[in-house]
């Protein structure tokens, strides 16, 4: 008998996705996953003989996506996990504003709309903390601050927020989580994002090439991102209707030349150079606060960049991961962001 508590992830062969879909059927949720497989479908085969797991190839952009997904054997989804996307700056360069805007604006406003049709409760949507751009004084950015885009795949997503914050009164309750830089490895594990990458880079080269040096980010691990949304998803609609919710870790706050020195505690005999590069405006150098999510969501994450390090290098090092340069690892083109 399936579960009541149904769960659908748009993009759920991603790298957060597979990692999610895997934890909420551990969890006893049904979970169906719409994807259209565009870097395959191998992260889902481990869940292919759970009766609670079902997945359906399709494009989220098409008008009834959502409402063919809906089977009549199963319960209506309780919420719906919007990942699905062109993520990354350097990816939507690459298929140009007009197709970037369709996959990651007019398929949100779809997602949506179909689920309020069909009576779902709740759509929770991954953004970023991208979103804010440059932080000119120094301080870390709240929920509050304002946004600044500085790439396409910010631009997008900016949209994709306003649209939804303006449907909160809807019987759909939107939440949307601004994602730090993710790091670690899932079902479908990501080499084109700056943790996972530097330490591909300095165990296969033994060399790293840094831009952008001292520049700050915000790093999270997938596996602490996954347990996010599942908070999500378990508290309060009337806490976290049309609520705004920076993912991550105040611990998770480094400059590039803190993720390296992590790296070389490792890797010692790496040779690390510097050069100064933009990417397409995209010149992040920010610190975040993530106090918000801990308090109202009681979020404590469990994994550190250090963690994340010995655990992309092990993968590496045993050959669990073996081509790291195949497609089916990146996003757009395999580029140290």
């Not at 990354?88 to 997602?111: D, I, L, M």
């Not at 303006?166 to 939107?174: G, R, V």
């Not at 803190?258 to 010149?283: H, S």
Request: charged fraction near 25%; aromatic fraction near 10%; glycine fraction near 8%.
């Amino acid at each position: 008998m399936i579960p009541e508590k149904h769960i659908l992830i748009t993009g759920g062969a991603g790298y957060i996705g597979s990692m999610l879909t895997g934890e909420l059927l551990r969890q006893g949720y049904a979970v169906t996953v719409i994807d259209t497989l565009l870097f395959g479908g191998d992260s889902l085969i481990s869940f292919s003989n759970d009766p609670n797991f079902r997945f359906i190839k399709s494009d989220v952009w098409e008008p009834r996506a959502i409402r063919n997904a809906i089977k009549k054997d199963w319960p209506i989804p309780k919420a719906v996990i919007h990942l699905a996307a062109i993520v990354g700056f350097p990816a939507c360069q690459a298929v140009g504003k007009q197709v970037a805007w369709r996959y990651n604006v007019e398929s949100t406003h779809r997602v949506f709309e179909q689920c309020v049709d069909l009576g779902i409760e709740q759509f929770v949507y991954a953004s970023t903390y991208s979103n804010y751009g440059v932080a000119d004084d120094g301080k870390a950015v709240t929920e509050s601050s304002p946004l600044n885009p500085q790439s396409l795949y910010a631009e997008t997503k900016v949209a994709s927020e306003e649209f939804l914050l303006k449907q909160s009164e809807e019987t759909c309750s939107p939440i949307i989580f601004r994602f730090a830089t993710l790091y670690g490895t899932s079902p479908r594990t990501r080499f084109d994002l700056i943790v996972n990458q530097f330490v591909y880079e300095a165990f296969t080269k033994r060399e790293l090439l840094i831009y952008q040096r001292g520049y700050s980010r915000s790093f999270v691990h997938v596996y602490d991102v996954v347990q996010g949304i599942i908070l999500g998803i378990t508290s309060s609609k009337e806490k976290t209707r049309g609520q705004v919710y920076n993912l991550g870790t105040n611990q998770g706050n480094h400059t590039k030349d803190e993720v390296v020195t992590l790296i070389l505690k490792r890797l010692p005999e790496t040779t690390v150079r510097y050069k100064d590069l933009t990417f397409g405006g995209d010149m992040r150098d920010i610190k975040v606060s993530f106090d918000k999510i801990e308090k109202e969501l009681g979020f404590i994450p469990k994994r550190t960049v250090d963690d994340g390090v010995r655990e992309v290098l092990h993968a590496l090092q045993t050959g669990l991961i073996h081509d790291p340069s195949h497609e089916r690892y990146r996003n757009a083109r395999f580029i140290v962001q």
